[in-house]
């Protein structure tokens, strides 16, 4: 679990099943990242399921459900993925809308960074998320190139290189 100011972030577990269902449906989340299929309840604790087998358990990182620290509302999620067509993970996040825009995501996504381990963070998004673009930047990752993944979305890819003592 981390904690900031304003947000708690850990792992997803079955009970969150519900807001997954209503996260992976919103409107931006379709439109950005795409649709994952998360048509019931049931689909959505599949996908929590996926989240420990695919990423916790073999990495040991992943996504987190972010929350507000003062009343736990579920607001959105934030982490690293591991990418097959990267070297490094790569952060990602995404936010209900009526909590994007409020600084959670800078919040969220400097926790993270702050706890990163690894030396090099990537970032990918879509050449129209113009702000999911200027969080990345906010966050010290700088645009590298245009690259193509395997089922052919083409994403803009960021890197930040962080030196280790």
């Given at each position: ?6 947000l708690t972030?850990?792992r997803?577990i079955?009970?969150?099943a519900p807001f997954?269902f ?8 379709i439109?950005?990242?795409?649709d ?10 599949n996908y929590i399921s996926?989240l420990?087998t695919?990423?916790?358990d073999r990495?040991?990182y ?9 009343d736990e ?6 982490g690293?993925?591991?990418?097959a067509?990267?070297?490094s993970p790569d ?5 209900m809308?009526?909590?994007?825009g409020?600084g959670?995501?800078?919040?969220s996504?400097?926790a993270i960074?702050d706890d990163y381990?690894f030396?090099v963070l990537?970032?990918?998004?879509t ?6 673009q200027k969080?990345i930047?906010?966050?010290?990752l700088v ?6 993944t395997?089922?052919g979305?083409l ?10 003592s």
């Amino acid at each position: 679990m981390i904690t900031t100011t304003n947000l708690t972030l850990r792992r997803f577990i079955l009970d969150d099943a519900p807001f997954v269902f209503e996260l992976l449906n919103t409107p931006t989340w379709i439109q950005y990242i795409g649709d994952r299929n998360i048509h019931t309840l049931h689909d959505a604790e599949n996908y929590i399921s996926m989240l420990h087998t695919n990423f916790y358990d073999r990495y040991n990182y992943g996504p987190l459900l972010v929350s507000l620290k003062e009343d736990e509302t579920p607001i959105g999620l934030c982490g690293l993925f591991k990418r097959a067509y990267l070297d490094s993970p790569d952060i990602g996040f995404a936010f209900m809308p009526g909590h994007a825009g409020k600084g959670f995501g800078y919040e969220s996504c400097r926790a993270i960074i702050d706890d990163y381990p690894f030396e090099v963070l990537y970032a990918t998004t879509t050449d129209e998320n113009i702000r999911s673009q200027k969080l990345i930047e906010r966050c010290g990752l700088v645009y590298q190139k245009d690259i193509e993944t395997p089922e052919g979305t083409l994403l803009r890819l960021y890197q930040r290189i962080f030196i280790k003592s």
